[in-house]
């Protein structure tokens, strides 16, 4: 394929599950993105708008703040009296984040929901997500691996990547590191372009690298700094690792995983409001000194 | 009782289920809220917030945009490393625009969750809202007419009005205008003052007239203008009736239905973002004329 149309994609949002400021937190991020004057402006929930001609868009992952963000984003907003640019919805994984988003997704308007088996069934499980009316929204299941298209000319495959079942079905200590439907990737190609978005992973297994490699953009799950970073800042009691997210930094870290692939643009997203990479002259800059980008609501990246 | 403290009322979010704009509605309210020179702000999904001191905090609803609703009135925000003022959430009805930011409310926050066993029960057969900790967040059910008290010194009852179940629930033509535990105003009691909570409301029966009769404040279902204001709009094919909401004006409408009422303030909120009353000069006039105010974000009343 030769390249025919911009692959566009805007970051709707770049903040992890609570958001930057989140509603119950006042540590040092949560404060500043309080303060008009601090220079660390807010940012929503996980998600990304993609397009190939700028009028029809695909969002993976409807996060609880995807009104706001349609209001952020003109591209996403409608152009007639009852209308909507998205075409469809991409589900990675089960949660909240993630999910929540669909409950504003109503009022009698069509589109395509895809996702996994094990994520559909959670909507499915859940009578509230009803408000979507099946006979204007349709949900189709995904297999891994299989090429589907959430937009004409966009080639779109999900594939497993290691995490958990989302915090509200935990049962338990959860297995941690499975790789299954609970928690997927999304490669995307258009136009010999090859763009993947991961917002959540626990550890880049060889065949994770493998398939990363050579890549013309990586999203990726920067949750973390360091995997003890919640503990540290008294903000809660679990590892990002327990939590389903490989930390940026330290052994193991995304850092060092992702460095030697050969990846054009790598952007950090779905980014915890305790991560000390959203400052300024913070371990933000040894992070951009290694070739990475920080992710923020309205990023758009073309190519 | 004397008055011993200032009864603040915070309006959260004045607009009904979708906001203002809506995500995918075209319509001239709409527009106009997209557009900052308009003079027509936007407006967030139905809630309340009340104190009596400033510093604990009882929500009336939990609306999808509870998140920018914290974001936009200081008093809510935490004082803490990890801390809300918001101690109390009592839900109204089971709709979406009521429900779905209890999905925000999570992140390991204490607080106590006040509705009748029907709404109640909407929570417990949705499996997402074990994001709310059993450990952290507990569910009472509240009796209809049953004094409870959401906060130290407020004195709280539910009461029936005539309503429906919520749409997600509906199968085929729903009970219009029926009273039981779908559907509650509540009333609120606090140094002699008398307030009142009303979002859905499908008519002014002579019991709620009676109830409604000599009190301080009203805020007051708004949704339509008119019974036929979404199908004029071209917005919808509903009659307000048929969405368990009646009109402001026109026979039966609140504007008469509370005019006879002696009440001291009467506040229009859950206003439909197809609403003429959002606009200057328009049908807002004769509401205002009449002695009723058209409720907006960040309203504050203090009694």
Redesign the interface.
């Known amino acids: 394929m030769n390249k025919t149309s911009d692959l566009r994609i805007i970051v709707l949002g770049a903040a992890a599950?609570?958001?930057l400021?989140?509603?119950?937190?006042?540590?040092r991020n949560?404060a500043m993105a309080?303060d008009p004057t601090s220079g660390l402006r807010?940012q929503t929930q996980s998600s990304l708008a993609v397009s190939l001609d700028g009028e029809s868009w695909t969002v993976f992952n409807a996060s609880?703040?995807?009104?706001?963000q349609?209001?952020n984003n003109r591209p996403l907003?409608?152009?007639?009296?009852?209308?909507?640019p998205i075409e469809t919805v991409v589900l990675t994984n089960g949660d909240?984040d993630h999910?929540?988003g669909l409950?504003?997704?109503?009022?009698?308007?069509a589109f395509t929901l895809f996702s996994t088996g094990a994520v559909g069934r959670?909507v499915a499980?859940?009578?509230?997500?009803?408000?979507l009316d099946p006979e204007l929204v349709s949900r189709e299941t995904i297999e891994i691996g299989e090429a589907f298209s959430p937009l004409s000319g966009l080639e779109a495959r999900l594939f497993a990547v290691p995490g958990k079942v989302p915090?509200?079905?935990e049962d338990g200590e959860p297995d941690l590191g499975i790789e299954g439907e609970h928690t997927v990737g999304v490669e995307l190609k258009a136009g010999g372009r090859r763009v993947y978005y991961v917002p959540g992973c626990a550890v880049v297994t060889d065949s994770l690298a493998a398939r990363l490699r050579d890549a013309d953009v990586v999203f990726f799950d920067g949750t973390l700094f360091s995997d003890d970073e919640m503990i540290l800042t008294?903000?809660?009691r679990k590892t990002g690792r327990r939590m389903g997210h490989m930390p940026i930094d330290g052994e193991g870290g995304s850092l060092d995983a992702l460095d030697l692939l050969n990846i054009r643009r790598k952007i950090y997203v779905h980014i915890n409001n305790t991560n000390p990479i959203w400052r300024a002259g913070s371990e933000r800059e040894r992070v951009e000194a290694r070739g990475f980008e920080i992710g923020y609501d309205g990023m758009e990246v073309r190519l």
């Open positions: 599950g609570g958001g400021p989140q509603w119950n937190c006042g540590c949560c309080r807010p609880p703040d995807i009104r706001q349609i209001q907003q409608p152009r007639r009296l009852r209308h909507s909240i999910l929540a409950l504003v997704l109503r009022e009698k308007q959670i499980d859940n009578p509230v997500f009803q408000v915090l509200f079905l008294g903000t809660g």
